[in-house]
């Protein structure tokens, strides 16, 4: 699943009359690296979520023949955050485990690495897997602490960032009601607490495109690699 529904506030006014993930960074929308980096590790059935200029995400990437996937997609009246837009999206997903990305970030992830994760991932086990970066500046005090072990912890040092990319068990959010605005980190903090979380380091590239600076930095840079 990738998660294009927000609203992208800080990024305005590009995101006035263009979804934050159809920003186009190296010559392409955000979303299609996703799209891209998902096909090659063999997802092919993918979840969309939209609430905030939905139809012009719809308009630009289809069914998802023209980028080898098929697309579902999890239209939301107003932005349920996180969590209660995976909630929402629960039938399309099915009953196995998932991966989730959110789509206003860049990471050069091999998401081969958490399809493997959410195989391992049940009901009554571990119920997440998620990937952490190095805090970047904005965001120096990270979020969560990761074990020698695997483990995921919401106390303690040395923190980690949440890249915005994990493997979830549907179980995760079986309490939460439907069309219901519902966030991500209380979820997970409280299966850390019961030591249902596991994760991994990711030291590539990654980057939270929150701004419009952010954007043209991470452009410049994937022309540079391009050319």
Same mark, same amino acid.
């Given at each position: 699943?990738?998660?294009?529904?927000?609203? $992208?506030?800080?990024?305005? &006014?590009?995101?006035?009359? /263009? &979804?934050? &993930?159809?920003?186009?960074?190296?010559?392409?929308?955000?979303?299609?690296?996703?799209?891209?980096?998902?096909?090659?590790?063999?997802? /092919?059935?993918?979840?969309?979520?939209?609430?905030?200029?939905?139809?012009?995400?719809?308009?630009?990437?289809?069914?998802?023949?023209?980028?080898?996937?098929?697309?579902?997609?999890?239209?939301?009246?107003?932005?349920?955050?996180?969590? $209660?837009?995976?909630?929402?999206?629960?039938?399309?997903?099915? $009953?196995?485990?998932?991966?989730?990305?959110?789509?206003?970030?860049?990471c050069d992830a091999d998401f081969t690495?958490?399809?493997?994760?959410?195989?391992?991932?049940?009901?009554?086990?571990?119920?997440?897997h998620l990937l952490l970066v190095d805090?970047?500046?904005?965001?120096?005090?990270?979020?969560?602490?990761?074990?020698?072990?695997?483990?995921?912890h919401a106390d303690g040092q040395p923190?980690? /960032?949440?890249?915005?990319?994990?493997?979830?068990?549907?179980?995760?959010?079986?309490?939460?009601?439907?069309? /219901?605005?519902?966030?991500?980190?209380?979820?997970?903090?409280?299966?850390?607490?019961?030591?249902?979380?596991?994760?991994?380091?990711?030291?590539?590239?990654?980057?939270?495109?929150?701004?419009?600076?952010?954007?043209?930095?991470?452009?410049?840079?994937?022309?540079?690699?391009?050319?």
């Amino acid at each position: 699943m990738i998660l294009a529904a927000g609203r $992208g506030e800080r990024m305005r &006014p590009l995101t006035d009359h /263009t &979804p934050k &993930p159809l920003l186009e960074a190296g010559g392409k929308p955000l979303i299609v690296w996703h799209i891209e980096r998902l096909r090659g590790a063999g997802f /092919t059935e993918l979840v969309i979520n939209h609430a905030h200029l939905g139809h012009r995400l719809e308009e630009a990437l289809g069914d998802g023949a023209a980028l080898g996937v098929r697309i579902a997609w999890s239209p939301e009246a107003a932005a349920l955050e996180t969590a $209660g837009g995976i909630r929402h999206a629960l039938p399309l997903l099915g $009953g196995a485990p998932f991966v989730v990305v959110n789509g206003d970030v860049f990471c050069d992830a091999d998401f081969t690495a958490l399809r493997s994760a959410a195989q391992d991932l049940e009901a009554d086990g571990p119920l997440a897997h998620l990937l952490l970066v190095d805090n970047p500046e904005h965001h120096p005090e990270g979020d969560f602490r990761l074990d020698p072990d695997g483990l995921v912890h919401a106390d303690g040092q040395p923190r980690l /960032t949440f890249s915005g990319l994990g493997a979830y068990h549907p179980a995760l959010f079986a309490d939460l009601a439907d069309n /219901t605005p519902a966030k991500l980190a209380p979820l997970l903090r409280a299966a850390m607490n019961a030591g249902q979380v596991g994760g991994q380091h990711h030291a590539g590239r990654w980057i939270d495109v929150g701004t419009p600076q952010r954007l043209v930095e991470l452009d410049r840079e994937l022309q540079r690699g391009q050319g």
